[in-house]
């Protein structure tokens, strides 16, 4: 019986001492795993893969962008067009009304998604782990006001 008292309170004892050198070496073994894995993080960063899906992205969402500012001309220009082909506002009907409203939301609309896709690209550009893989010809800021005040 008195050895089984004593093996009893020898795991108890060894169970003590190795919770608290696992809480003496708990920040120990946090940093450890933080360096690990930021290490890891930046071979993730800099690989070939990385290289050629940032620099085709920025390609992307370069001509996406050049794409939505000539929509947002056309669109501006139909809008004008519209106004002119109606005369005088306090002619209009209620389906002039109507669609300069329409046209007017599609602007908008054409105007706020353009003004979401620089600002991704701006953000992206400014990451230290993404500007990179820009190349020379695409820039490196894009001003949103540039294309939408005219």
Do not use: C, H
């Amino acid at each position: 019986m008195k050895i089984l008292v004593t093996a009893v309170l020898g795991v108890m004892v060894l169970g003590a001492v190795g919770m608290g050198l696992r809480i003496l070496f708990f920040p120990t073994t946090v940093a450890t795993n933080m360096i690990d894995t930021a290490y890891d993080a930046n071979r993730q960063i800099i690989n070939a893969d990385n290289a050629i899906y940032n620099y085709e992205w920025f390609k992307q969402k370069y001509q996406d962008i050049e794409a939505t500012k000539k929509q947002l001309d056309n669109a501006k220009g139909s809008y004008d067009s519209f106004k002119l082909s109606a005369g005088a506002r306090t002619n209009w009907t209620f389906e002039d009304k109507q669609e300069d409203s329409r046209q007017r939301a599609v602007v908008l609309g054409l105007e706020n998604n353009l003004e979401t896709q620089i600002a991704n690209y701006n953000a992206r550009a400014s990451m230290a782990t993404r500007n990179i893989f820009e190349d020379n010809v695409l820039p490196s800021y894009i001003d949103a006001l540039t294309f939408i005040i005219k």
